[in-house]
């Protein structure tokens, strides 16, 4: 395996104020919310396996869609940890057993990324 990506997607984004207390990676462009547009606009060629490491029952609420609409391939969710840098450690384990060679870091909250 080469190339790996970590979205990084537990936050819970205290510092934009929203109506509705949800986190700003969730918060919906249309009908698509900001990971998802992310990952749609993402070139499935760059990264062979993809982890979003989010709090797991989040992921179930916003991001069904993800396996469901088959947004892009190799797509697997890890639980976040207390600040981002235990979710990067945690990514980075749940990584070890495909061996990448390159690993990507990402913010889920900055989805307009070339």
């Known amino acids: 395996m080469k190339n790996a990506l970590i979205i990084l997607a537990g936050g819970i984004g205290r510092r934009l104020s929203n109506s509705?207390?949800?986190?700003?990676?969730?918060?919906?462009?249309?009908?698509?919310?900001?990971?998802e547009y992310f990952l749609k606009n993402l070139d499935k060629n760059i990264f062979d396996i993809i982890v979003i490491v989010c709090v797991l029952k989040m992921s179930?609420?916003?991001?069904?869609?993800?396996?469901?609409?088959?947004?892009?391939?190799?797509?697997?969710?890890?639980?976040?940890?207390?600040?981002?840098?235990?979710?990067?450690?945690?990514?980075?384990?749940?990584?070890?057993?495909?061996?990448?060679?390159?690993?990507?870091?990402?913010?889920?909250a900055r989805p307009f990324v070339t």
């Open 20 to 35: 509705t207390n949800t986190p700003k990676q969730y918060i919906k462009i249309g009908s698509t919310n900001i990971i």
């Open 60 to 108: 179930k609420k916003h991001l069904v869609n993800i396996k469901k609409n088959n947004i892009s391939h190799n797509i697997h969710f890890t639980q976040s940890g207390i600040n981002r840098q235990d979710s990067s450690k945690k990514g980075l384990f749940f990584l070890r057993k495909y061996n990448p060679k390159k690993v990507l870091i990402h913010d889920a």
